[in-house]
């Protein structure tokens, strides 16, 4: 049973910066995209993320050059460093990978940044 947990969520004022993580455990082949979506009240589940297994990145534009993704193959763990962090970047930020065919999320981590 493949799991992933994040971390690192919490409460920051604007311009601040805060450091996703994502474990990933159980029995897993090979992964192949790791990502970051968000999902704010009354909004979809958006890409925020993503990053290959040959490490090329996808950033969606209203984060680009704020956050960088990066991965840890060996630990199985993702990564997002969020810097100038805007409120309108609150939301329950969620990790998913593609492994197999298969796309596996996590249970998401509150990110709450105040003005």
């Known amino acids: 049973q493949v799991q992933l947990v994040e971390s690192g969520g919490g409460l920051v004022q604007a311009g601040g910066s805060l450091r996703l993580s994502c474990a990933a455990s159980?029995?897993?082949?090979?992964?192949?995209?790791m990502g970051w979506y968000r999902q704010a009240p009354g909004k979809q589940r958006s890409l925020v993320a993503a990053?290959?297994?040959?490490?090329?990145?996808n950033y969606a534009d209203s984060v680009k050059g704020r956050f960088t993704i990066s991965r840890d193959n060996a630990k199985k763990m993702v990564y997002l460093q969020m810097n100038s962090l805007k409120p309108e970047d609150t939301a329950v930020y969620y990790c998913?990978?593609?492994?197999?065919?298969?796309?596996?999320w996590g249970q998401g981590t509150q990110v709450t940044v105040s003005s």
């Open positions: 990053i290959t297994s040959a490490g090329s990145t």
């Open positions: 159980g029995i897993i082949f090979s992964i192949n995209t």
């Open positions: 998913k990978i593609m492994s197999s065919g298969t796309d596996y």
